[in-house]
């Protein structure tokens, strides 16, 4: 099956830093990535979706400064929480889609900020 | 109105029975539609995807899609203690590639 790579699987980082997260289709070409955050026991919530070679769409109340993406590639986007707070420590999911009907999903990155 | 609602959990089911889960949707012209399993602390994955109205069956799971009543729902037979997690509902709009997500139904399987 289609296999879509998420690393670094957990971070911890200071208050004020950044962290790159990188999410990669292994095995397939992934037209459009989608990022999601998922704070504990609710469910997921879209971010922004990217398309390879063209800006990020962010979803409404994501700020886009703070959270910069990047798809390079067809095979790999990155997102990048910039000046992290507490507050922005969640589990950030990214979920490749190829087209057709099912979107495959990266295995998840726990984000700590102290 | 939520555009996927998944009906209240936690469900608590005893170990060989059916666990049954809901989920409505607000876009009519929605077209795909999947349940996902989720572990505490993991990454959703993908169990059941439905497309067309009617029972679609694989292994102790059965999804049935109602696009009229704008219903699809999850079934598990025989559950198992492995069974026991968050069941996401997803669905996929009718004007872009965005997965819509519910809330989730723990289940719990009391051995």
């Known amino acids: 099956g289609a296999v879509v790579s998420q690393h670094p699987s957990w971070v911890i980082c200071k208050s004020g830093t950044s962290v790159k997260i990188e999410c990669r289709s292994l095995?397939?070409?992934?037209?459009?990535m989608f990022w999601y955050r998922q704070f504990p026991k609710q469910s997921l919530m879209l971010m922004a979706t990217?398309?390879?070679?063209?800006?990020?769409?962010?979803e409404q109340g994501v700020e886009k400064d703070k959270f910069l993406i990047n798809h390079a590639s067809l095979t790999l986007s990155t997102l990048t929480v910039t000046s992290a707070h507490p507050e922005d420590s969640s589990f950030y999911i990214c979920s490749a889609y190829p087209g057709g009907s099912e979107a495959f999903f990266g295995q998840g990155t726990r984000l700590t900020v102290v | 109105q939520k555009e996927v609602e998944q009906n209240s959990g936690p469900l608590s089911v005893p170990e060989g029975a059916i666990a049954s889960l809901n989920c409505t949707y607000s876009d009519r012209g929605s077209q795909s539609f999947f349940w996902y399993r989720q572990y505490s602390g993991k990454s959703p994955e993908l169990i059941m995807s439905?497309?067309?109205?009617g029972d679609k069956e694989d292994g102790r799971f059965t999804a049935q899609l109602n696009k009229a009543s704008q219903y699809v729902s999850l079934l598990i037979r025989d559950s198992q203690p492995s069974d026991s997690a968050t069941y996401l509902c997803?669905?996929?709009?009718?004007?872009?590639?965005?997965?819509?997500f519910g809330a989730g139904t723990t289940v719990t399987v009391r051995a």
């Open positions: 990217s398309n390879e070679g063209s800006k990020a769409t962010y």
């Open positions: 095995d397939f070409q992934a037209t459009t």
């Open positions: 439905i497309y067309s109205n």
């Open positions: 997803a669905v996929r709009g009718s004007n872009d590639y965005k997965l819509s």
